[in-house]
């Protein structure tokens, strides 16, 4: 049974750091890549960031680069994504997504998990 499972989310200030958590379950780290995805109350979804299974790549939306990482433990088969000097517009539900079999960040992301919410206020 494929899982994926955030956590971390809460409420933090502008400027402030959270790390979240993606545990996945059902399938291996080393097939499939797997990408943040976040959608803020009134806003189609957006992909944030993904990190390829075949190479360990990631890449990021450009509203995130040089503040977000996207990093994983094979070992624990989990994914995460380090979130610093976050910003009000960076408020969003976060979801962790599986792209397709051994496709890189690309294609039909065909499991999500919950969705974690982050909240950047004073």
């Known amino acids: 049974q494929v899982q994926l499972v955030e956590s971390g989310g809460g409420l933090v200030q502008p400027g402030g750091s959270l790390r979240l958590s993606c545990a996945a379950s059902?399938?291996?780290?080393?097939?499939?890549?797997v990408g943040w995805f976040r959608q803020a109350p009134g806003m189609e979804r957006e992909g944030v960031s993904c990190?390829?299974?075949?190479?360990?790549?990631?890449n990021y939306a450009n509203s995130v680069k040089g503040r977000f990482t996207i990093s994983r433990d094979m070992a624990k088969n989990t994914v995460y994504l380090q979130m610093n000097s976050l910003k009000r517009e960076d408020t969003a539900v976060y979801y962790c997504?599986?792209?397709?079999?051994?496709?890189?960040?690309?294609?039909?992301?065909?499991?999500w998990g919950q969705g974690a919410q982050v909240t950047v206020s004073s």
């Open positions: 997504a599986r792209a397709p079999f051994a496709s890189g960040c690309v294609g039909e992301y065909d499991y």
């Open positions: 059902g399938f291996s780290l080393d097939h499939y890549s």
């Open positions: 990190i390829s299974s075949i190479d360990g790549s990631a």
